[in-house]
């Protein structure tokens, strides 16, 4: 008998599961409900409600680190705990944060606001003004990327009455001054773009309808956003505006104080960061201007006002290598900060403008082997002397939070997270697989020295959008992989910024399959060196890393024993036309354009499931309340699998957002289902 292949290459719009991509259609629900009480009582149960009161447990613990950024003279915090499960919002001063045991002022209860007003809130975001005791909060129903804007006094710690209030959307707002407020928000009749984001910027004025708020600027609904972000670190106040034309590209205006916008004549290809009268910027392509070229991914900087005024002579911060690529720039108390990788390993340099020239120095003090995150400890630029905070960590250590007063004194450790699981006889090593094109990979491997032959591997990977990724201590895969004696394989694929824009665009569009590949020589290549076999391999991947694991699951079913693949993207037909899909584009193609469909469809797993294959079996989980990346992703590519007789499973919570729960417990079960899953069908009889 003929199995129903339906979405086929051959007939690519002929999709009988449309029907799942009503979010809250009954006939959906009804699947989703059948489908979670399946896959709960298939991994559930005692071991699963252990493990999970476990891993809640540790994401619960007081002693945690509470990562802070500083308004005023306060220190902020947003605090979940299984007494505050949806957050305290508090604050702090740095004498008392620097204490084994601070004492917290509470700003907001969030718990307690859910609950008197019966809705599903989280605290999503908090803008706020120098200076001002005014905030704007962003309220988001079970973690949705839609939020609703409300004002709260810092003082009283409530709500303003008839203050700024703004019902659910996508985008935000920030402080023109006390009365006004630059909007950058979906919400209203034609303000929103395909990709669901705000399509205009406008003006809003106290006590002034939202429909009647000036526009001062808009792009067209093909674009994926504009937004404007207020800037007080000038003589005077201004604004920039942006208009992100696609995820890389974007144009920027700047607005003065008396109103009169500026469009800056430069790539739109561009990072850009301004402090006062100066700006550095990292190009995505190369740029030749008045004589010179400058290679992608260089640094340049110079004044804004010489800019302005036809000047084009840069100086180059940052020179790109092969295997160095800079990770960010930020400004701290007028001082340009830098994170660079070499060859995967952090540095950070810091550059200082002046009427001749920037001096350089390098930020010591920090490790330069693991993972090093620094950003600046103040919330506002304008109100920054310089303090910088940072992050260390590594596989087997956990994170520590250190502070360098204006940026040059020798780091003090402000916190240290606790150890959360054994690691003992563990060790962390990096290798490179060779992929199907030649190119080096690189990975992470921790878990017991030597080769065992038939390790229980946890492999995962992103391998998009230009992220890098790091190997953080992970207190999940800690405690009930590596802790319980398994192995964790972290890769480095193309696609993302690891190695700057070159390594960038070798996994994007049609070379998005070069992605997969190199993920797939990863797990041959743990093979070939005797650390297990592909049955014993379990994957997972999330977001983009969803278009990841299911094409691992179609092309490559021979190098894993389970895969998880978690709220993805996974249909390349009609991705565009879900939710924010639109604004993927530039990383994907247009389904709609044949000539870029021609690649889309070698990576649309959805269409390339064939009949009678080996695959692996494969958990599919996402959350009905994903406004980023459309649940029906995940349910489309369940439900056919299933029909098609493979071994598909499906879990979809309520809440969560594009994330794996609103609080810490729910986040918790998520993981742990998925773990329970892949180790049951790796043959692994783990019971701690």
């Known amino acids: 008998m003929s199995v129903d292949d339906r979405p086929t290459l051959s ?95 509470i700003m907001l209860d969030v718990d307690q606001l859910a609950a008197r007003e019966g809705e599903d809130w989280l605290l999503s975001g908090i803008t706020t003004q120098p200076g001002s005791s005014r905030a704007i909060l962003s309220l988001s129903r079970g973690g949705s990327d839609a939020v609703t804007l409300r004002e709260f006094d810092l003082d009283t710690k409530n709500f303003v009455e008839d203050g700024f209030a703004l019902s659910e959307a996508k985008g935000g707002a920030d402080w023109l001054d006390a009365d006004t407020l630059l909007l950058s928000s979906a919400y209203g009749e034609g303000m929103a773009t395909s990709s669901g984001y705000s399509r205009t910027v406008r003006l809003w004025r106290r006590g002034q309808p939202v429909d009647q708020a000036q526009r001062i600027i808009e792009t067209t609904a093909d674009h994926i956003a504009i937004s404007g972000m207020v800037d007080d670190t000038a003589a005077a106040p201004r604004s920039w505006i942006i208009d992100q034309i696609d995820f890389f590209n974007h144009a920027i205006w700047l607005r003065d104080a008396d109103g009169t916008t500026t469009k800056l004549d430069l790539p739109t290809g561009v990072w850009m960061q301004a402090h006062g009268n100066w700006f550095a910027m990292k190009l995505r392509e190369a740029w030749s201007i008045q004589g010179r070229i400058y290679a992608a991914d260089t640094v340049l900087g110079m004044s804004l006002s010489a800019f302005l005024a036809g000047s084009r002579d840069f100086a180059i911060l940052f020179a790109p290598e092969p295997r160095r690529a800079l990770q960010g720039l930020f400004w701290a108390g007028a001082k340009l900060v830098l994170s660079i990788l070499h060859e995967l390993r952090p540095r950070f340099e810091i550059c200082t403008p002046s009427a001749t020239s920037w001096s350089r120095e390098t930020l010591g003090g920090l490790p330069q082997i693991g993972v090093v995150d620094v950003w600046p400890l103040d919330r506002h630029p ?39 699981f054994n690691a003992d006889g563990l060790v962390v090593t990096q290798h490179e697989a060779i992929s199907i094109d030649g190119e080096r990979i690189p990975y992470i491997q921790t878990g017991p020295a030597g080769e065992s032959g038939d390790a229980p591997v946890y492999m995962s990977a ?10 953080y201590y992970n207190p999940s895969l800690g405690k009930l992989w590596l802790e319980r004696g398994g192995t964790t394989v972290q890769a480095n694929l193309r696609g993302g910024g690891e190695f700057g824009t070159r390594w960038h665009d070798a996994g994007r569009l049609a070379g998005k399959k070069l992605s997969h590949d190199d993920f797939a020589a990863v797990a041959a290549d743990l093979v070939r060196r005797g650390v297990t076999t592909a049955k014993r391999i379990a994957a997972q991947g999330g977001s983009n890393g969803g278009i990841l694991i299911t094409n691992m699951l179609v092309r490559y079913p021979e190098r894993f024993g389970a895969l998880f693949c978690t709220i993805p993207l996974i249909d390349m037909r009609r991705y565009t036309k879900l939710l924010a899909g639109a604004s993927w584009i530039a990383e994907y193609g247009d389904p709609d354009k044949p000539e870029e469909w021609d690649w889309l469809k070698t990576y649309s797993a959805y269409h390339n499931v064939k009949a009678g294959q080996p695959y692996p079996p494969i958990l599919i989980a996402t959350t009905r309340r994903d406004d980023r990346v459309h649940p029906g992703h995940a349910r489309k590519m369940a439900a056919k699998l299933q029909a098609m007789g493979y071994e598909a499973w499906f879990y979809e919570p309520e809440a969560g957002g594009h994330g794996y729960g609103k609080d810490n417990k729910e986040r918790a079960g998520f993981e742990v289902l998925g773990f329970r899953f892949l180790k049951d069908k790796i043959g692994w009889l783990d019971e701690g």
């Open 11 to 105: 007939a690519p719009d002929d999709d009988p599961w449309l029907w799942l991509e009503e979010i809250e259609g009954k006939l959906a629900l009804d699947f989703v409900a059948r489908q979670n009480s399946l896959t709960l009582d298939a991994f559930g149960g005692k071991a699963f409600e252990r493990d999970r009161d476990i891993l809640a447990a540790i994401y619960d613990r007081p002693d945690n680190i509470p990562y802070v950024s500083r308004r005023g003279d306060d220190l902020h915090n947003l605090w979940k705990d299984a007494t505050n499960p949806r957050g305290l919002w508090r604050k702090t001063s740095l004498a008392e944060f620097r204490k084994p045991h601070p004492a917290w002022e």
């Open 462 to 471: 992103y391998g998009g959008f230009a992220h890098s990724v790091k190997p």
């Open 382 to 420: 304008s109100e920054s002397n310089g303090d910088l905070l940072a992050n260390v960590q590594d596989p087997l250590t956990p994170p520590a939070l250190l502070l360098m007063e204006r940026g040059v004194a020798s780091p003090t450790v402000l916190k240290q997270a606790p150890k959360t």
